[in-house]
């Protein structure tokens, strides 16, 4: 703004230099006239006299006016300048808005799963089976489980994938109907919570629902793997919680034991890629 002001303030200057330059010449000539013929301008003459000096006039008044076309000139960039520079700071603002509401959507997301995984933990601790509580518990129900299709097949001799669900099946209706359906509904509600989050890579980094799964499947003992192996087969998984253990591939860390006795069961799998159950002792 300073800069626009003394810009005009030379225009101005230039202007009243011209005009005082007008004004010395005019009444240089008229001196000289005086001094030379010593005698008043006639009429006529007088006339001719100012007929020039208001064409000079005019002329400073066209120079006055070319002067104020440029001074409006100047206002009208510093105007451009101006708006050029609100536009980059609403950009810069615009920018950090989003770079704010980023942060906010992941530390929201990232509040409401980890209160998730410590509500799915409680729930764990809270499970009892026979004196054990917690993951003791359900490695008790997996142990017995087995032991069912250990007898099954002892008595009633070698058998398929088919048989070997509908003994969990049978299994979990009869004894462990609720500590089992909340277990599994907390999990797939984790899943869900993830997969459904619209986790955008510019924010959550690439693959970020990976990331979490990953983080949710570290969590998760080998006999809840082993558990949620046959569940997501049984009825009461295969409509939801079967989707999400092919896609994000849950029961890779299944025992090593598991996978090489129930080799047949796990073909029933669409998992992303061959061999990619880990082998775990």
């Known amino acids: 703004m300073a800069g626009t002001t003394n810009s005009k303030f030379k225009y101005i200057l230039y202007f009243l230099i011209a005009a005082l330059l007008i004004a010395v010449a005019f009444l240089g000539y008229w001196h000289l006239w005086w001094d030379r013929f010593g005698t008043p301008l006639s009429p006529g003459t007088a006339g001719d006299m ?61 509040n409401t799963f980890f209160q998730m995984l410590a509500q799915f933990n409680q729930l764990i601790a809270d499970i009892e089976v026979e004196s054990m509580t917690g993951r003791d518990a359900l490695g008790r129900i997996c142990r017995k489980f087995r032991n069912t299709i250990q007898l099954h097949e002892r008595t009633h001799g070698p058998i398929n994938p088919d048989i070997v669900i509908k003994l969990f099946e049978r299994e979990y209706d009869d004894n462990y109907a609720d ?101 775990n002792g």
Request: charged content about 25%; hydrophobic content about 40%.
């Open 50 to 110: 100012f007929g020039a000096l208001t064409s000079l006039f005019t002329g400073l008044a066209f120079a006055g006016v070319i002067i104020t076309m440029l001074m409006q000139n100047e206002d009208l960039e510093l105007q451009r300048r101006e708006l050029q520079e609100t536009r980059e700071e609403i950009k810069g603002q615009k920018e950090q808005l989003i770079q704010q509401n980023k942060f906010i959507a992941k530390q929201n997301f990232e």
């Open 179 to 279: 500590d089992l359906g909340n277990y599994f509904r907390v999990l797939y509600n984790m899943l869900e919570f993830i997969a459904r989050s619209n986790l955008d890579e510019d924010t959550f980094g690439s693959e970020a629902d990976r990331v979490y799964v990953n983080f949710l499947r570290a969590q998760l003992s080998g006999s809840e793997v082993t558990l949620l192996f046959f569940d997501a087969l049984s009825k009461h998984g295969k409509e939801k919680m079967r989707p999400y253990v092919e896609q994000y591939n849950l029961i890779k860390h299944l025992p090593r034991d598991v996978t090489e006795e129930y080799k047949a069961v796990i073909s029933l799998y669409e998992l992303p890629k061959p061999g990619v159950l880990a082998l």
